[in-house]
């Protein structure tokens, strides 16, 4: 019997996680909800429960959720408060959610992130800094095949909170 590998799934918020976690044949996640961007204490730890609320439903894969430290957000954001949604701040700030996952990565064989299932991602940039941040990265554009619309469907079925913004202030801000 084949052993399934390792993987360490950043998770943006359970939305995006559910149709991205049944597309993980051969893998056995475990769930990292890193993501300081995230406005408000509350809005995370309310995205937090939810992603938990879902794992409880579907996989009940083990799950990481660190401290809220939003502050590491705003030191890697200063000077780039002007900048547009899908420009060098949210560059920054993937760098920032995936760093921290990858130094979680020890014992596991791969990772990678939810944050490519959004069509207001860049999967291609999603996954070069995945790829320089650790060996162990694996490539995904899970948007492909209506991954994104299938979010969406398992939002309505699992009555999902379904956030209208990433998290950060500045895309609460261009909404």
């Not at 390792?6 to 359970?14: N, T």
């Amino acid at each position: 019997m084949d052993r399934k590998k390792k993987l360490l799934l950043h998770c943006c918020c359970a939305p995006c996680s559910s149709a991205v976690l049944e597309r993980l044949d051969g893998y056995e996640p475990t769930l990292c909800f890193v993501n300081p961007n995230i406005d408000t204490k509350e809005e995370y730890y309310k995205r937090a429960a939810e992603l938990e609320r879902l794992n409880a439903l579907t996989l009940k894969a083990p799950i990481i959720i660190p401290d809220y430290k939003p502050e590491t957000f705003t030191a890697v954001c200063k000077g780039l408060e002007r900048e547009p949604e899908g420009g060098l701040r949210c560059r920054e700030c993937i760098k920032l959610r995936l760093k921290a996952t990858a130094e979680l990565a020890g014992d596991y064989d791969a990772v990678t992130t939810t944050l490519t299932v959004s069509p207001h991602k860049n999967a291609a940039m999603i996954n070069s800094i995945g790829a320089v941040l650790t060996d162990k990265w694996l490539y995904s554009d899970f948007k492909k095949k209506d991954g994104f619309k299938r979010s969406v469907e398992l939002s309505r079925v699992y009555g999902l909170y379904r956030q209208n913004y990433c998290g950060c202030v500045f895309s609460k801000r261009d909404e």
